[in-house]
Each structure stands twice: as structure tokens, then as C-alpha cells.
């Protein structure tokens, strides 16, 4: 593998019964960029991050995370990885702090590091003042926000974000996109799922437009325009989805 590339899929697929829900996914993602996944819902863009995160077996096909077949090897992999799944994954019963303690012992850090990290984690996404307060009081926004700080305490190489801003409101949608431009600053590499068409290209440095589990088209927001017309400037990357897969994003 190349070191520029730190995750690849080789002919990824998954079936249930006779329906194909991913279909030969054969993706490459660049150390350093935020790639965006870009589809509908149905399209199979959870089901591919649950493959990529080796949290479903893909029927056929692999993953080669930093230049290793990740289910050989995850134990080593898995504490590069920070996955913020599309399904909240905290606990209401417990304080905010005791949230992110949970989730980031899992990746064996103790101590004083321990105490370090789900210190970090709040402040970065604005919880600090809400950390001995129980999950189960926070709004929806809040939710998110502090999924996201359970998943980023061990300091991952990799962050993918399946769909984090779904039913939220625009503060904290804003707030969330500009927490993931900030983490790949900070030298994180992104791969973001969503069905918002502005917010992948508020973020994307490259989309791969996703439909019926397979890849239609994959580039950057300029190269996927300049596929359906010369003048890049007099399209919109909306009328490019609609063009190459003859759906509306309005429409889900």
C-alpha cells in the first residue's frame, strides 16, 4: 500500500439473503483529506463504514487499514480508529465524563492519561461545564456532540463519521462540521457520511456519490461537475447527483 493511502477496500461486498446492499466497494482513502460518502438513505453507506470498522463481516471482499488487512491484524488497528456511528453510542444513565472514561478505557489508557483525555475530549466539543451531568438531560445536539468526544479520546488517526448531524439543529450541525475541519487540521484523516449534499462540499476534499451500494462517481466537487458538463462553474454538485444517478437529494 501506498503511504499515501491510508485506508483501502478491495471488491467490498454484503448481502442479505438475495439483496445486495453493498456491491464490489473499492474505495481509496488519502492520509491527510477528508473524504466525503455522499448518498441517500439505503444507499449502503452505514453498512459500509460497519464493514470498514470491522463491525460487519463483509460477505466478500477486505479492508486494508495502514497498509494491513484489518480484521488480521485489529487489535493493533482498531486504537487508530475513532468511529462515530450514525446510532448514538452513550449511555443516559451515566455523567458526560463517565461516558467518554468508558469509552476511552476501552483502548487500555489509565490514569492520569485516562483523566488527560476525557478532560480534552469535553472541552473540544464544548461539554466542559456539562460534564457531571447525565447524558440523558442533554438535547439532541448535545448527544452528538458528546458521541463525538467518546470516540476521539484516544486520539485516532482515522475519524469516520457516519451521518452525525442527522435531526439536530443548525448551531450544532455548524458547530459538529467545524469540530471535523478542525480534528483534520489538527492531522486527523476524515471520512464523512451524509445525505447532505452541503455539507459534504462545505468539508469534502473528495466525494464518492454512493447509490444502490455502489460507487457512481468519485473526485473531487470540481472533477464530479466537469463529468457531466465543460462549464464546472454553471452546475450545481446537486443537478451532478440528480444527472449520474437520476434521483434529488431534496427527495430523502
Given at each position: 500500500?501506498?503511504?499515501?493511502?491510508?485506508?483501502?477496500?478491495?471488491?467490498?461486498?454484503?448481502?442479505?439473503?438475495?439483496?445486495?446492499?453493498?456491491?464490489?466497494?473499492?474505495?481509496?482513502?488519502?492520509?491527510?483529506?477528508?473524504?466525503?460518502?455522499?448518498?441517500?438513505?439505503?444507499?449502503?453507506?452505514?453498512t459500509t463504514m460497519n464493514?470498514?470498522?470491522?463491525?460487519?463481516?463483509?460477505?466478500?471482499?477486505?479492508?486494508?487499514?495502514?497498509?494491513?488487512?484489518?480484521?488480521?491484524?485489529?487489535?493493533?488497528?482498531?486504537?487508530?480508529?475513532?468511529?462515530?456511528?450514525?446510532?448514538?453510542?452513550?449511555?443516559?444513565?451515566?455523567?458526560?465524563?463517565?461516558?467518554?472514561?468508558?469509552?476511552?478505557?476501552?483502548?487500555?489508557?489509565?490514569?492520569?492519561?485516562?483523566?488527560?483525555?476525557?478532560?480534552?475530549?469535553?472541552?473540544?466539543?464544548?461539554?466542559?461545564?456539562?460534564?457531571?451531568?447525565?447524558?440523558?438531560?442533554?438535547?439532541?445536539?448535545?448527544?452528538?456532540?458528546?458521541?463525538?468526544?467518546?470516540?476521539?479520546?484516544?486520539?485516532?488517526?482515522?475519524?469516520?463519521?457516519?451521518?452525525?448531524?442527522?435531526?439536530?439543529?443548525?448551531?450544532?450541525?455548524?458547530?459538529?462540521?467545524?469540530?471535523?475541519?478542525?480534528?483534520?487540521?489538527?492531522?486527523?484523516?476524515?471520512?464523512?457520511?451524509?445525505?447532505?449534499?452541503?455539507?459534504?462540499?462545505a468539508i469534502c476534499t473528495?466525494?464518492?456519490?454512493?447509490?444502490?451500494?455502489?460507487?457512481?462517481?468519485?473526485?473531487?466537487s470540481q472533477e464530479l461537475?466537469?463529468?457531466?458538463?465543460?462549464?464546472?462553474?454553471?452546475?450545481?454538485?446537486?443537478?451532478?447527483?440528480?444527472?449520474?444517478?437520476?434521483?434529488?437529494?431534496?427527495?430523502?
Amino acid at each position: 500500500m501506498s503511504e499515501n493511502i491510508i485506508l483501502r477496500t478491495k471488491d467490498l461486498t454484503k448481502k442479505y439473503d438475495n439483496r445486495v446492499v453493498v456491491d464490489n466497494l473499492n474505495l481509496e482513502i488519502k492520509r491527510g483529506e477528508v473524504f466525503g460518502l455522499l448518498g441517500p438513505n439505503g444507499a449502503g453507506k452505514s453498512t459500509t463504514m460497519n464493514m470498514i470498522c470491522d463491525i460487519v463481516k463483509p460477505t466478500l471482499g477486505s479492508v486494508e487499514f495502514m497498509g494491513k488487512d484489518f480484521r488480521k491484524h485489529r487489535k493493533e488497528l482498531v486504537k487508530k480508529l475513532g468511529y462515530i456511528p450514525q446510532d448514538l453510542a452513550i449511555h443516559g444513565n451515566l455523567k458526560a465524563w463517565e461516558n467518554v472514561e468508558l469509552f476511552t478505557s476501552l483502548y487500555g489508557i489509565r490514569g492520569a492519561e485516562l483523566k488527560t483525555a476525557i478532560d480534552e475530549s469535553l472541552e473540544y466539543v464544548g461539554l466542559s461545564e456539562r460534564r457531571n451531568d447525565y447524558a440523558k438531560s442533554f438535547s439532541g445536539g448535545m448527544k452528538r456532540r458528546l458521541n463525538i468526544a467518546c470516540a476521539i479520546g484516544h486520539h485516532p488517526e482515522l475519524l469516520i463519521f457516519d451521518e452525525p448531524t442527522v435531526g439536530i439543529d443548525p448551531q450544532s450541525r455548524n458547530f459538529i462540521l467545524s469540530k471535523i475541519k478542525e480534528s483534520n487540521q489538527n492531522g486527523a484523516t476524515v471520512i464523512y457520511t451524509s445525505h447532505y449534499m452541503e455539507e459534504v462540499e462545505a468539508i469534502c476534499t473528495r466525494i464518492a456519490i454512493m447509490d444502490n451500494g455502489r460507487i457512481i462517481a468519485c473526485g473531487t466537487s470540481q472533477e464530479l461537475k466537469k463529468l457531466v458538463t465543460k462549464d464546472a462553474e454553471d452546475i450545481s454538485l446537486e443537478e451532478v447527483f440528480l444527472t449520474l444517478t437520476g434521483k434529488k437529494l431534496r427527495d430523502y
